[in-house]
């Protein structure tokens, strides 16, 4: 069974570009989720899609960041304009009961310069 | 006061030594615990999952909870140096998962 992927794995891009990022997650999982972790803090929750709704967005940090899973399956974010605090690595997750025994991607690595 | 606390560490030990990893949390409404190892430029890796007090092992790894006094650790025995990582801890209650900052783990052969 393949686990969740995350696409990019590295992201270099300059303050005011557009970045998106892809999480395709493990298959039958309805629960998606979103993290972040910047340097030094502890990893923080973004969003949690349950199938294509947002269940929670509370912890998105503002208007720059979108998060998208049209159909259920894949899920996309996106950060417009990216400022030089959006550096961090991105993790996405997954599981079939919300909040509980989520499974996580290896990231992709944000670096806005 | 964090909602969940992990001293960062580094924490070195010596190949077959037992490691004691803990975290203290402050909200009670935290219902489920999970342990995660992430080893360096991967994602977490869910080790150790439980919602009660108490103990549960899995080979080398024991989890425990003590609700009472907001406390869990991860027992690692006869600790390898593949189990050089971070371990991070991480509650959920009805909140998504709140992480700890994670202890750096290395097991010197």
């Known amino acids: 069974e393949a686990g969740v992927t995350q696409f990019p794995s590295h992201s270099v891009i300059e303050k005011g570009q557009t970045v998106t990022l892809r999480c395709d997650p493990i298959s039958g999982h309805d629960n998606l989720y979103w993290y972040r972790r910047v340097m030094g803090k502890e990893i923080k929750f973004l969003l949690h899609f349950v199938k294509e709704s947002k269940q929670d967005e509370s912890g998105m940090p503002n208007n720059r960041f979108l998060a998208e899973r049209t159909g259920g399956t894949y899920s996309t974010l996106k950060v417009q304009p990216a400022e030089l605090e959006d550096s961090g690595v991105y993790f996405c997750a997954s599981s079939q009961v919300p909040n509980t025994e989520a499974f996580f991607g290896q990231g992709t690595r944000l670096t806005v310069v | 006061q964090k909602e969940v606390e992990q001293d960062p560490g580094p924490l070195s030990v010596p190949e077959g030594a037992i490691v004691s990893l803990n975290c203290t949390y402050s909200?009670?409404?935290?219902?489920?615990f999970m342990w995660y190892r992430q080893y360096s430029r991967k994602g977490p890796e869910l080790l150790m999952y439980?919602?009660?007090?108490g103990n549960k092992e899995d080979g080398r790894f024991t989890a425990q909870v003590d609700k009472s006094s907001k406390y869990i650790s991860l027992f690692i025995r006869d600790s390898q140096p593949s189990d050089s990582a971070t371990y991070l801890c991480?509650?959920?209650?009805?909140?998504?998962?709140?992480f700890g900052k994670g202890t750096r783990l290395s097991v010197i052969a």
């Open positions: 909200n009670s409404a935290f219902q489920y």
């Open positions: 991480a509650m959920v209650g009805n909140t998504p998962l709140v």
């Open positions: 439980t919602y009660s007090s």
